[in-house]
């Protein structure tokens, strides 16, 4: 099978992440908007590419005034940045259904090259006669890589915002046609 061009489906996908409060809980939060492009051969994973990017402005965790200040310029400063970017440098098949995403996400005016592992969950046919792959994905952020520093000291100790941040992928795609 030759490499083929795959949709995102993003009724049935999703950007997560949590990243930890006040040094003892996490908050989590989702990306609403975003889109890419996806070359995929079952068969041969190494050879895939994706690009995709995010809306900032689709932060969502469920607290307006919270996503008001990850939009501001203490975070994500969506009005001078409106979208993060993730490029795809290579897809390395480490075992059965285990991938190694390696690429450079870019947020803010920072790239920084990260490695997602990934684990493709096969492919089949809807109800509707569309074929469809998914996937799972994970990786770990520090996000003062990226220059999302802001934090502010506890009276107890620590800090408010913990400086890892959890991504998680959910990822459905159909076949492009």
């Known amino acids: 099978m030759a490499i083929q061009n795959w949709t995102f489906d993003s009724a049935h996908s999703e950007i ?3 990243v930890r409060h006040m040094m003892f809980s996490k908050v989590t939060g989702y990306f609403s ?3 890419g492009e996806f070359a995929f051969d079952p068969e041969n994973p190494a050879n895939a590419k994706t690009t995709v990017t995010i ?3 689709s932060i969502d965790t469920k607290n ?3 996503d008001a200040h990850l939009k501001s310029g203490d975070f994500f400063d969506a009005e001078a940045f409106p979208q993060m970017r993730f ?4 897809f390395e098949q480490v075992d059965g259904a285990d991938l190694k995403v390696h690429g ?3 947020i803010r ?3 920084v090259p990260v490695t997602l592992d990934v684990e493709y969950h096969g492919k089949g046919i809807d109800p509707w006669g569309n074929e469809r792959v998914g996937f799972s994905g994970k990786v770990d952020l520090d996000r003062e890589a990226f220059g999302l520093t802001w934090n502010q000291a506890l009276e107890a ?3 408010l915002v913990g400086k890892k941040v959890e991504v998680e992928l959910q990822v459905q795609a159909t076949l492009a046609g």
Do not use: I, Q
């Open 64 to 66: 307006a005034d919270r």
């Open 87 to 90: 490029d795809s440098t290579s």
């Open 157 to 159: 100790g620590g800090v």
């Open 104 to 106: 450079n996400l870019t």
């Open 33 to 35: 908007e975003w889109e």
């Open 55 to 57: 809306a900032v402005d």
């Open 109 to 111: 005016d920072k790239t």
């Open 16 to 18: 997560s992440f949590k």
